[in-house]
């Protein structure tokens, strides 16, 4: 059973940091791409980040570009989203997924979420 699980949200004043962590339960880790994705109160899920297999390769939405690091750790089966220069519009849960292609960042498996708030 493939599980992903997220760690990491809170509440944080804005200008502050956070680290996601996503801990993935995926036997072929290393064959994924993964992403970042959330969701704002009524508002659609959107792209975060994401990473390819080995990590050589990233990209960003342009909202959190510059403040936002998406890494992986391939020997722990885990995936990272280092947040900072917090903005209250990050506001939302952030998801993490495993993508069906670094090339098409859909999502095959779902983590549950968790919640960040920025405060301003």
């Known amino acids: 059973q493939v599980q992903l699980v997220e760690s990491g949200g809170g509440l944080v004043q804005a200008g502050g940091s956070l680290r996601l962590s996503c801990a993935a339960s995926?036997?072929?880790?290393?064959?994924?791409?993964m992403g970042w994705f959330r969701q704002a109160p009524g508002k659609e899920r959107e792209f975060v980040a994401k990473?390819?297999?080995?990590?050589?390769?990233?990209t960003y939405a342009d909202s959190v570009k510059g403040r936002f690091t998406i890494s992986r750790d391939n020997a722990k089966n885990a995936v990272y989203l280092q947040m900072n220069s917090l903005k209250p519009g990050d506001t939302a849960v952030y998801y993490c997924?495993?993508?069906?292609?670094?090339?098409?960042?859909?999502?095959?498996?779902w983590g549950q979420g968790t919640q960040v708030t920025v405060s301003s």
């Open positions: 995926l036997r072929t880790f290393n064959n994924y791409a």
């Open positions: 997924a495993a993508l069906y292609s670094y090339e098409i960042a859909r999502g095959r498996y």
């Open positions: 990473i390819n297999w080995s990590g050589g390769s990233t």
